[in-house]
T-cell receptor, first 113, second 113 residues
Framework: NAGVTQTPKFQVLKTGQSMTLQCAQD?????MSWYRQDPGMGLRLIHY???????DQGEVPNGYNVSRSTTEDFPLRLLSAAPSQTSVYFC????????????FGSGTRLTVV | GENVEQHPSTLSVQEGDSAVIKCTYS??????FPWYKQELGKRPQLIID?????GEKKDQRIAVTLNKTAKHFSLHITETQPEDSAVYFC????????????FGTGTRLKVLA
């Protein structure tokens, strides 16, 4: 098993550009989520999905879109990048929900200039 | 919604000493409390967790205690070693059926040789 795979590992965007962060898992986990990590602020939930076709907002959803067409993939789209979206982004998956441990991807370090 | 406070933000201990990190949560219905370790530049990894029907859980040198009345839980690391140096995050999860882990802001633990 590869676990949770995120691409790219690093990305630099100009303000206003759009891009998609990719996340895939091969563990047949129903639950997937996206977090952003900023210094001193821990991990904040952006969006999550409880299964294919079902997504919902987390704590900080503005400026981001998600979709879940398959169990394996959960891409995060930045619609119009802003410097405030400079962060490290982690995708995570869980076997059965928020009361089980997460497996995290290796992260994407995004810089918006 | 749930709020999780974590203290201290930084902690330095001598090798061989014990370290204790404390978290307080706000939602009395929360029922799952995981701890994650994140080494520099790496992804968070689950190290131990506890459910609300258990007061204490141990795994070798690490243990977690839960006080439901006071709504706080703690991570205890005994006989600390340099490889324990990392950032530790606590989290609290509301009852089954939801998917919104809320993380604490993290504790940077330094084990001094």
């Amino acid at each position: 098993n590869a676990g949770v795979t995120q691409t790219p590992k690093f990305q630099v965007l100009k303000t206003g550009q759009s891009m998609t962060l990719q996340c895939a898992q091969d563990m047949n986990h129903e639950y997937m989520s996206w977090y952003r990590q900023d210094p001193g602020m821990g991990l904040r939930l952006i969006h999550y999905s409880v299964g294919a076709g079902i997504t919902d907002q987390g704590e900080v959803p503005n400026g981001y879109n998600v979709s879940r067409s398959t169990t394996e993939d959960f891409p995060l789209r930045l619609l119009s990048a802003a410097p405030s979206q400079t962060s490290v982004y982690f995708c995570a998956s869980s076997y059965a929900g928020a009361d089980y441990g997460y497996t995290f991807g290796s992260g994407t370090r995004l810089t918006v200039v | 919604g749930e709020n999780v406070e974590q203290h201290p933000s930084t902690l330095s201990v001598q090798e061989g000493d014990s370290a204790v990190i404390k978290c307080t949560y706000s939602d009395s219905a929360s029922n799952y409390f995981p701890w994650y370790k994140q080494e520099l530049g790496k992804r968070p990894q689950l190290i131990i967790d506890i459910r609300s029907n258990v007061g204490e859980k141990k795994d070798q040198r690490i243990a977690v205690t839960l006080n439901k009345t006071a709504k706080h839980f703690s991570l205890h690391i005994t006989e600390t070693q340099p490889e324990d140096s990392a950032v530790y995050f606590c989290a609290a999860s509301p009852p089954s059926g939801t998917y919104k882990y809320i993380f604490g802001t993290g504790t940077r633990l330094k084990v001094l040789a």
